[in-house]
T-cell receptor, first 112, second 112 residues
Framework: GESVGLHLPTLSVQEGDNSIINCAYSNSASDYFIWYKQESGKGPQFIIDIRSNMDKRQGQRVTVLLNKTVKHLSLQIAATQPGDSAVYFCAEINDSWGKLQFGAGTQVVVTP | SQTIHQWPATLVQPVGSPLSLECTVEGTSNPNLYWYRQAAGRGLQLLFYSVGIGQISSEVPQNLSASRPQDRQFILSSKKLLLSDSGFYLC???????????FGPGTRLTVT
């Protein structure tokens, strides 16, 4: 079936630099996307979401970009900090019920 | 504010033994509830979801079952554990007007 997937399994970023995490989705019917952050041994934490009628949304130090033409989603983290080290998942919803379909995840490692 | 609890945090069980994991949500009424499993270094697999008391839907055939005896209580069970049941089990909730899901701290299950 259609699915959400991530381009890079591991991303190494120097502290203070900006991070970009990419995600491809294949279901054009998806109308809502979420980014989650999961620290080791913990449950995923909601970061930011975006609806399909938007192409950009900003939060605190994070920006999500949605390109529906190429079915691509990205998460940008400004001034990456050691506390940003985690696995980041994108997820899509294409069901009015709200069932999430998760991608495989990207491990972000912040180096000093 | 809403909170979600899971217990136990970790569990080591022998093959063939029963299982009961509990999840409770506070601060909201009639939530949608979800059970996910996450293998090491992998994404999240939806196991069960519930839109109300006594209403359970299973996403994949498996050795596990779920029950919702109360509005804000979701239980994951097994009569006889298999080695393949090892993993990180996450409970999540959402409400009808929110599409994002909020996750509990998880239970690390090791079947030996």
């Amino acid at each position: 079936g259609e699915s959400v997937g991530l381009h890079l399994p591991t991303l190494s970023v120097q502290e203070g630099d900006n991070s970009i995490i990419n995600c491809a989705y294949s279901n054009s019917a998806s109308d809502y996307f979420i980014w989650y952050k999961q620290e080791s041994g913990k449950g995923p934490q909601f970061i930011i979401d975006i609806r399909s009628n938007m192409d950009k949304r900003q939060g605190q130090r994070v920006t999500v970009l949605l390109n529906k033409t190429v079915k691509h989603l990205s998460l940008q983290i400004a001034a990456t900090q050691p506390g940003d080290s985690a696995v980041y998942f994108c997820a899509e919803i294409n069901d009015s019920w709200g069932k999430l379909q998760f991608g495989a995840g990207t491990q972000v490692v912040v180096t000093p | 504010s809403q909170t979600i609890h899971q217990w136990p945090a970790t569990l080591v069980q022998p093959v063939g033994s029963p299982l009961s994991l509990e999840c409770t949500v506070e601060g909201t009424s009639n939530p949608n509830l979800y059970w996910y499993r996450q293998a090491a270094g992998r994404g999240l697999q939806l196991l069960f979801y519930s839109v109300g008391i006594g209403q359970i839907s299973s996403e994949v055939p498996q050795n596990l079952s779920a029950s919702r005896p109360q509005d804000r209580q979701f239980i994951l069970s097994s009569k006889k554990l298999l080695l393949s049941d090892s993993g990180f089990y996450l409970c999540a909730w959402s409400t009808g007007d929110l599409r994002e899901q909020y996750f509990g701290p998880g239970t690390r299950l090791t079947v030996t």
